[in-house]
Structures are given as C-alpha cells and as structure tokens.
C-alpha cells in the first residue's frame, strides 16, 4: 500500500512539473521576436521614350517573393508570415541601369514609386520633385511611421516607377528599383 502511494505521490509531482515546463515553454514561444530587413527584390523597370512633356512616362513589374519563407529561413523555423507584428519601408532607391548625359534622372521634373500586393490592391506611392543635374540614383523619401503590414501577405509584388518629363528622352530608360522594409515578428 506503502508503495503504491509513493508511486501516486511520485506521479502527481511529475506532472505538476510536465505542466509547468509546456507552460513556461509556451510563454517563452511567446517571448520570442526578431527585427528583420527583407528586401523583396531588386526589379527593373523599363521606361519607353517619350516626347510628352505634360503628362508622365512609367513602367511598372511584378515580382513573386515568399515572405513567409523568408521569416521562416530567418527564424529557424519557429516564426512566419502570420506572425509579422509589423512591417515599416526604410528605404526606395531608384538607379538608371544606362544613363546617357541626353538619358538621365535631370529629364524628370518630378519621380513617383508605388507597390502594392496581391493581399492590398491599394497602391501605396512615394514622390519626390527632382533637380535639373544630372543624376543615376534617386533615394525615394521615405516615412518610417507607415505601417505597411498588409502589404507584406501576399507573394506578388508590382512596383512602379515613373515620373513627370520636364524634356523628352530619346531611348528606353532602364530604372533598377530596391525597395527594403523593416519587419518585427513575434511569437
């Protein structure tokens, strides 16, 4: 009889300890959190040539990039998409791939980027009125308050590129666009 209750006793002592162990586990699951810089991808953007000085030459790409993947490789495994907590742009860099001294940024009066995703078909936009000097890379202000985790759901990303001719440019202009987001997941 002696026994059997110290083999009781023994039992209810090892799973009181079991549950507190999963528990304290589940909370530092909880704990568990990561800043991360993705950069969805470096995409060209061809722009025609265009003579209209009124209206505004663009161009735009869709890129396919898995974010939750990304988190995953980032994270061991334990995180994913669904646990980005939030997403911020740092930056929008736009660089001429064959700038020409007649073929540069100093064509455009004004130049705009916009993306959005197959989960936010809202085009979310950056702009900026450019110099008259010869120029091959634009950085795109940027505000780091936005939160553009929406964005960051989907897997197909179309970015833009454009901008407002203040003279007409005689080829195609090939713009190189990197866009990076500061992302926070967390358990």
């Known amino acids: 009889m002696r026994k059997s209750r110290i083999l009781f006793a023994s039992a209810m002592v090892m799973t009181c300890l079991g549950t507190a162990y999963l528990q304290s586990c589940s909370k ?34 869709e890129v396919h990039y898995n974010v939750d993947s990304f988190i995953k490789a980032n ?20 660089t001429l791939l064959n700038p020409t001294t007649a073929n540069n940024f100093a064509n455009f009066r004004s130049a ?46 179309t970015y833009t590129v454009g901008g407002s001719l203040r003279r007409a440019t005689s080829d195609s202009i090939r713009v190189k666009i990197d866009v990076q987001y500061s992302v926070h997941v967390q358990g």
């Open 112 to 157: 705009s980027g916009s993306f959005y995703s197959n989960t936010n078909t809202t085009p979310y936009s950056l702009s900026l009125s450019n110099p008259d000097t010869y120029g091959t890379v634009l950085d795109m202000p940027v505000d780091p308050n936005v939160e553009l985790k929406g964005y960051l759901n989907g897997t197909n990303f």
């Open 28 to 61: 530092i699951a909880s704990l568990v959190q990561y800043d991360l810089t993705l950069q969805t991808a470096s995409t060209e953007i061809v722009l025609p040539p265009s003579s209209d000085t009124v209206g505004a030459a663009t161009g735009s790409q």
């Open 75 to 94: 994270t061991a495994n334990v995180l994913g998409i669904a646990n980005i907590t939030s997403a911020k742009l740092t930056s929008c860099k736009l």
